[in-house]
Structures are given as C-alpha cells and as structure tokens.
C-alpha cells in the first residue's frame, strides 16, 4: 500500500541546472506536504513544506508547486549545486491522523560539477 | 539544543534475538516517533508516543514495542528478529504543538543487521 509514489528514483544533472522530482498521492484528507533531505549516514532532515491551499511555495533555490486537483506535487531545485547530492523524500500527513509521516519512495539526486 | 541522539550507531543481530534502540529527543520536545527505512526505499512509520503513551502505530506487527520516558527519551524493542528486520531505525522528535508545522527532527538513526 503505498500511499505517496514518488518519481523518478534517481536523477542526474549538472551544476547549475534545474532538478525536478514528481510525487503523487491517494488520500485526499493529507493536509501537509513536506520534503526531506537525506544525507548518506543521517537522518531526513526538512527542506521545504506546503500546505493544500497554496499552489507554490519557494525558498531560495527550492521551490514546491501543488496541484490539488490532480493530488501531484513536486520539487524544483533551481541553478542545482554539487552540495545538493543528496536523496529526496516527498511525504504526506494529516492532522486527524496523529501527524504521522506518510514517504514517497525516494529520488537520489546527483549533481555533476 | 543537542538535536536528536541515537544509539547505538550500527548493531549486528542473530535472527531471533531481541534488540533495544534508543533514543534522546531534543530538548523541549515531547513527542517521539520511530521510522523503519530498509535500503534504497523511504521510512516506514512504525508508532508515535506522547507523554509516555503510544499515540499511533503503523502496519507492524505487536513485536514491534516501545516506550518513552518522563524525560521524553525512547525506546524501540523488536523481539524474535527476522532478516527482514535489518533497516535503519530512524528516531524523530517534536513538540506537539508544532507536529503540524513540519516540526520533527530526525536523529542519524541505527543501522540494524539481522543475520
């Protein structure tokens, strides 16, 4: 049962360009929408959250856009750094359910200098 | 502000051992969440305890227990371990007011072998 899909697994792109990851979710009573940064050998830590009644969201390079209707949403990376290598996790929760975090599967991202 | 803390680093297990991981939230945190990530795919919500009661628990069978303390720092049991059960176990704390603000923090977790 996998609530939140999250594409592509991994991805490749070069120093100064714009990474993208998709996530796509089922349950539409999800009320928050975070994104994880995982480094090798440490926890998720938070990068970015939306929540539904915002369409886009951006801070400094990194910005959410949400599309409630077709239950996506999805990270762009602008002007991609070196430092930025690193796996991505989109996630779901809702307030009803005790907050608990839903994941995505995981995009390992890789930027070449 | 110490962050959350986890211990030990890495544990190797014979199947059908028992096994103890713990974990020291960070400090003004009372909340405390346990994640199961296997290789290569995203954590697995195992339970979430408040004030030293279990407060949600995901799809993981009844040897999955924990505990949680007056300091607030936790304990996650397996017991009769199985291959499958080799992950990393992922320790996360927050203040229940600001759950729905995003607020957990994410400990650098145990490395968990079962062979």
């Known amino acids: 049962q996998q609530q939140v899909k999250q594409s592509p697994q991994s991805l490749i792109v070069q120093k100064g360009g714009i990474s993208i990851i998709n996530c796509a979710y089922e349950n539409t009573a999800f009320d928050y929408f975070p994104w994880y940064q995982q480094f090798p050998g440490k926890g998720p830590a938070l990068l970015i959250a939306?929540?539904?009644?915002?369409s886009e969201k951006k801070e400094g390079r990194f910005t959410i856009s949400f599309n409630k209707s077709a239950k996506q949403f999805s990270l762009h990376i602008m002007d991609s750094q070196p430092g930025d290598s690193a796996t991505y996790f989109c996630a779901a929760s809702m307030e009803a359910a005790g907050n608990k975090l839903t994941f995505g599967g995981g995009t390992r991202v890789l930027v070449k200098p | 502000e110490t962050g959350v803390t986890q211990s030990p680093t890495h544990l190797i297990k014979t199947r059908g051992q028992q096994v103890t991981l713990r974990c020291s939230s960070q400090?003004?945190?009372?909340?405390v969440s346990w994640y199961q990530q296997a290789l290569g795919q995203g954590p697995q919500f195992i339970f979430q305890y408040y004030r030293e009661e279990e407060n949600g628990r995901g799809n993981f069978p009844p040897r999955f227990s924990g505990l949680q303390f007056p300091n607030y720092s936790s304990e996650l049991n397996v017991n009769a371990l199985e291959l499958d059960d080799s992950a990393l176990y992922l320790c996360?704390?927050?203040?229940?007011?600001?759950?729905?603000?995003?607020?957990?923090?994410f400990g650098s977790g145990t490395r968990l072998t079962v062979v």
């Open positions: 996360a704390s927050s203040a229940l007011w600001s759950l729905t603000m995003g607020g957990y923090t």
């Open positions: 939306i929540r539904p009644d915002v």
């Open positions: 400090s003004g945190h009372n909340t």
